[in-house]
């Protein structure tokens, strides 16, 4: 019987990790170490316009447009292994809010919606494992630098009380930060 239930807890994992793995990429260079700023290694707070079409499935509804406030911060990271600095992308908009961070090879989506954080986060171990369905394409400009980020195929996120939003493929963000 015991070795039944250690049977069933070990296939449970096996299935979780299999189920994560089509949503992450592992032990690639990601498209975001393409920014100017992913080597920046100050605390730095700038202005930023953001754009957003966000479509989730539950329920069925598209949130964002254009944000209300927006910033892009760079955070030091003092007991820095595999990067010198945090990069976060901050839009508030009237009916959500977006934080998307960087760090290393790893990165974060969070989308609070309804006083409730849904999110998708890589950063934690060995910084090696990132978002895979996601689209980055970036465009310098003379005084800061723009991001797009378009979701490719259907990236689920989820709450801390287990309860689960499925961003659609099709959703994107834009960022436009000015130096």
């Not at 296939?11 to 990429?25: D, I, K, R, Y």
């Amino acid at each position: 019987m015991k070795r039944i239930l250690i049977l069933l807890q070990l296939m449970m994992f096996v299935g979780f990790l299999s189920a994560q793995s089509q949503f992450l990429e592992y032990y690639k260079e990601p498209a975001f170490i393409a920014s100017k700023y992913n080597d920046y290694c100050k605390n730095i707070v700038l202005k930023m316009q953001s754009y957003a079409i966000i479509q989730i499935d539950e329920p069925p509804m598209v949130l964002g447009g254009n944000a209300d406030s927006s910033f892009f911060k760079v955070e030091i990271e003092p007991d820095s292994v595999y990067d010198c600095s945090y990069k976060i992308y901050s839009a508030q908009f009237s009916n959500c809010s977006i934080n998307y961070t960087t760090y290393a090879f790893a990165d974060k989506l969070s989308i609070t919606y309804n006083n409730k954080e849904y999110s998708l986060s890589c950063i934690d171990g060995g910084m090696d494992v990132h978002i895979k369905n996601l689209s980055h394409k970036y465009k310098s400009l003379k005084n800061g630098e723009e991001l797009h980020v378009y979701v490719t195929e259907d990236i689920p996120l989820m709450a801390k009380d287990r309860s689960e939003i499925v961003l659609q493929k099709g959703s994107f963000f834009f960022f436009s930060i000015s130096d």
